[in-house]
Nanobody, 115 residues
Framework: QVHVVESGGGLVQPGGSARLSCAVA????????MGWYRQAPGKQREWVTI???????NYADSVKGRFTISTDNAKNTVYLQKNILQPEDTAAYYC?????????WGQGTQVTVSS
């Protein structure tokens, strides 16, 4: 059983920053890529970003230039640094690890951007 644990999030003012963390609790190999999705109230879950084990990253146009994904492979941890946050970034953020062609999801963490 693989456990993915997220942390971070909360209430942020517009224009502010926040950092999310996501880690696999077990010592495990076979991770090929990691990423984040988000789901705003009343909307479908949307893809945000992905990073490979080798460090190649890609972003949705809506967050490009504002969000940065990074990893600590030794700790099986992925981070999402979010800058210049806007109210439309309000959502539940879900991380995942792709391990041997299967996605394992975090529990989700809420980020609310509001003054």
């Amino acid at each position: 059983q693989v456990h993915v644990v997220e942390s971070g999030g909360g209430l942020v003012q517009p224009g502010g920053s926040a950092r999310l963390s996501c880690a696999v609790a077990e010592t495990i190999s076979g991770i090929s890529d990691m990423g984040w999705y988000r789901q705003a109230p009343g909307k479908q879950r949307e893809w945000v970003t992905i990073i490979t084990r080798g460090g190649a990253a890609n972003y949705a146009d809506s967050v490009k230039g504002r969000f940065t994904i990074s990893t600590d492979n030794a700790k099986n941890t992925v981070y999402l640094q979010k800058n210049i946050l806007q109210p439309e970034d309000t959502a539940a953020y879900y991380c995942y690890f792709n391990i041997l062609f299967r996605k394992y999801w975090g529990q989700g963490t809420q980020v609310t951007v509001s003054s």
